[in-house]
């Protein structure tokens, strides 16, 4: 390790990055950086506790907390190498201000730092369940998403509600019902309770939510009676062939075995195909009447039609017919003028499709030319990185030298060049820094 | 700090119904309160050959951060074990159990085994000195009576 305050000591990088790697736990934890973690409760932490939610699957043993015994939470590891969440740690400390582990003395501002970055990006991976799972929110996410889900996303989430004099929170997904606080009876078990929280009684809590099946004698959720009828195997159904004329009614669970028998199953097919013309026909009715439309229109010069049919037409050939109104005489018949109007229309988008080529052609032109000069913009501060990177190494490793023989006095300093030596270098071979370096200082 | 401890006292119930260490059982967790719990000591110590202890942990709000208040628990069957350390109402003077000595690491399971050990290494048929003036007169609390006993001998 390098003594304090040499001029290196900025350079070294594990210190920048565990700096760096303390600040998003910081923002997301409340006040979790080792060094004393100040301010209580900031509102991001208010939102969502990460101590209390459940885990989709089995956490690793290396990512638990030893305190709360469940995932670290704004992982610190202290300088005897023991990881806990910072405010279990704080926690602890405040009543024995010894390391919980081993029970050595431990001084939570100097001794305790950020745990590196890659355990805290393991802990962000956790796939955990929305903390509103009870109220129904069934979504599994990476444990760095929930908050922002349940802060803006969820559905359940318990948010004022709406009414401005009420007082009470309301999910989220019921915001546009208006105020839900007013007492109403459980039809099913006569208790009273709030309006907001019948649904929730009536799915999960109620005695009486649940009710045999009159048909099939399975259980179901009163409040799902809709959901069991899609599928309830005794419900009577009518055979998938009823639009071809079988009448027959029967339970949904026969409906499979009758369907290969029905007598109406050859005329399927064909029905099929009967439906797919129905349909191509219908769209071709619909295109006639249009222009069965557009014709009358154009016999009437468009005056008689009301306005909301005429301007989708006028609209089409407006700009011909301003310019015909007065020649209209040349054209001997209908046939011919439609035939000059088909003419102006098609040079029309000839001229439209040219003018789009040139655009597009001008346009890629313009987008190699900046890409090549931000490609040569590029490799040159590759280059300058290069450089630099070298220059860095050179010194660092001039100065270990340096350090290394302090007190022995010899100016022969071991180490490598700056320049394509890099790669060459050998400690123990000895050569004169002072004459290179020292009168040609790298160009920075 | 609310909800920290239900959360992991439910975790650990979860892990001591399914295994326990040999010597302990868990015979009562009806809720995140008060638990009981079992020990024997398996060595032949004859001062506790062939007995059953039952132990008695309170949890309070800001368990495991503070310790959980353990006691032996005297019934038909379970008398309280003699120990130099050991009062004769059931209260236990070890230092882990006390606020200094009380690391949040600690367990349910592990204060049992510590409990276990502590009976197994001991050879005295004794109780704590002023055992009886002390079940007579003193009703504080077990965590304060920590200090009592190392004021005493320390
Ligand atoms: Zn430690
Ligand atoms: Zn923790
Ligand atoms: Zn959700
Ligand atoms: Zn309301
Ligand atoms: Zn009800
Ligand atoms: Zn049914
Ligand atoms: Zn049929």
Not at chain 1, 124 to 142: F, Q
Not at chain 1, 220 to 237: A, D, L, S, T, Y
Not at chain 1, 349 to 375: F, P, W, Y
Not at chain 1, 412 to 430: I, Y
Request: glycine share 8%.
């Amino acid at each position: 390790m390098p003594p304090p305050n040499t001029p290196e000591e900025g350079v070294v990088a594990t210190n920048t990055s565990s700096i760096l790697a303390l600040r998003p736990s910081m923002s997301r934890d409340g006040g979790g950086d080792g060094g004393g973690g100040g301010g209580g409760g900031p509102s991001s932490a208010a939102a969502v506790d990460l101590r209390l939610l459940e885990y989709e699957d089995a956490v690793d043993e290396n990512l638990i907390c030893p305190i709360c015994r469940v995932a670290l939470v704004g992982p610190v590891i202290t300088n005897c190498d023991h990881v806990f969440c910072h405010r279990c740690l704080v926690q602890a400390h405040a009543l024995n201000p010894v390391c919980p582990v081993d029970r050595l003395p431990l001084k939570l501002v100097s001794e305790t730092r950020p745990a590196p970055k890659i355990v805290q990006n393991q802990l962000d991976n956790l796939n955990v369940r929305c903390p509103n799972h009870a109220r129904g929110c069934h979504l599994v996410v990476a444990r760095s998403l929930v908050e922002n889900h349940v802060t803006r996303y969820c559905d359940k989430t318990m948010v004022p509600c709406p009414h401005p004099s009420c007082e009470h929170t309301v999910v989220r997904n019921d915001v546009g019902k208006g105020c839900l606080h007013y007492d109403v009876q459980c039809e099913y078990c006569e208790g009273n309770m709030l309006k907001a929280d019948l649904e929730i009684h009536q799915d999960q809590k109620c005695p009486n939510r649940k009710k045999d099946c009159e048909l099939c004698s399975a259980e179901f959720v009163r409040n799902k009676q809709e959901e069991h009828m899609k599928e309830c195997p005794e419900v009577e159904v009518s055979c998938k062939y009823a639009p071809f004329g079988c009448t027959q009614q029967m339970s949904r669970k026969m409906a499979e075995g009758h369907g290969e028998k029905c007598d109406y199953r050859v005329v399927g097919p064909v029905g099929e195909q009967l439906a797919e013309l129905r349909s191509e026909l219908t769209a071709l009715q619909e295109k006639d009447r249009m222009k069965d439309r557009r014709i009358k229109f154009l016999e009437n010069r468009g005056y008689t039609l009301p306005a909301s049919n005429a301007t989708e037409a006028i609209s089409d050939i407006s700009l011909p017919e301003s310019s015909t109104n007065a020649d209209m005489a040349p054209y001997e018949s209908r046939d011919q003028y439609f035939l000059s109007l088909f003419e102006t229309m098609e040079s029309k988008v000839e001229r439209l499709s040219s003018a789009l080529a040139e655009v597009e052609g001008r346009h890629s032109m313009m987008l190699i030319n900046e890409t090549l000069q931000i490609k040569d913009q590029l490799t040159e501060i590759r280059s300058t990185l290069g450089v630099l990177g070298m220059h860095v190494r050179w010194l660092m490793n001039f100065r270990l030298q340096e350090r290394g023989r302090v007190g022995a006095g010899s100016p022969a300093m071991p180490g490598s060049l700056a320049g394509n030596q890099q790669g060459t270098s050998d400690p123990n071979l000895p050569r004169r820094l002072s004459d290179t370096m020292r009168e040609h200082p790298p160009r920075l | 700090m609310s909800g920290l401890g239900p959360k992991r006292l439910g975790k650990e119930l979860t892990k001591i119904q399914n295994s326990l260490p040999p010597g302990i059982t868990l015979v009562s967790a009806d809720n995140l309160e008060e638990w009981f719990l079992d020990i024997q000591v398996l060595d032949q110590n004859p001062l506790y050959a062939g007995q059953t202890y039952r132990l008695k942990f309170k949890f309070s709000k800001s368990y495991p951060i503070e310790p959980p208040e353990v006691t032996f628990t005297k019934t038909d069957n379970r008398p309280i074990p003699m120990h130099p350390h050991i009062y004769s109402n059931g209260i236990i003077c070890l230092d882990l159990l006390g606020s200094q000595g009380w690391s949040p690491v600690q367990n349910v399971e592990s204060v049992c085994m510590s409990i276990q050990s502590m009976l197994t290494g001991n050879t005295k048929d004794e109780r704590p000195p002023g055992d009886e003036e002390f079940v007579r007169g003193n009703r504080l609390r077990p965590r304060d009576i920590d200090f009592y006993y190392h004021d005493n001998t320390v």
